[in-house]
């Protein structure tokens, strides 16, 4: 059974921290990719950031780059997004989601289908 739970979400002051954390278990191919999806209530569905464990290739949103920074631990099969800067817009509950090859890693992760996602975990940036 594929798992993926996410953690780290919480309250922070505008301008704080967060780094919020992807484990995932029972995938058992090698390339994927990992993306970070937020709802905001009354929102549309926004990718933040995607990772490729084929190149390690990353991509994020306009609105979080230079502030939110995607990475993985292979080993402990952990993908981690460091939030910095946070702002009240950031406000949202994050999911962590898994593409496999059939939709060719990032491409178009924002819209496009995951095969598989986890809980999300809350983040909310107070003003």
């Known amino acids: 059974e594929v798992q993926l739970q996410a953690s780290g979400g919480g309250l922070v002051q505008a301008g704080g921290s967060l780094r919020l954390s992807c484990a995932v278990s029972?995938?058992?191919?090698?390339?994927?990719?990992i993306t970070w999806i937020r709802q905001a209530p009354g929102k549309e569905r926004e990718g933040v950031s995607c990772?490729?464990?084929?190149?390690?290739?990353?991509y994020y949103a306009d609105s979080v780059k230079g502030r939110f920074t995607i990475s993985s631990d292979n080993a402990k099969n952990t993908v981690y997004l460091q939030m910095n800067s946070l702002k009240p817009e950031d406000t949202a509950v994050y999911y962590c989601?898994?593409?496999?090859?059939?939709?060719?890693?990032?491409?178009?992760?924002?819209?496009?289908?995951?095969?598989?996602w986890g809980q999300g975990t809350q983040v909310t940036v107070s003003s």
């Open positions: 990772i490729s464990s084929s190149d390690g290739s990353t």
């Open positions: 029972g995938f058992t191919f090698d390339d994927y990719a």
């Open positions: 989601a898994l593409r496999s090859t059939k939709y060719y890693y990032c491409s178009g992760y924002s819209r496009g289908p995951h095969d598989y």
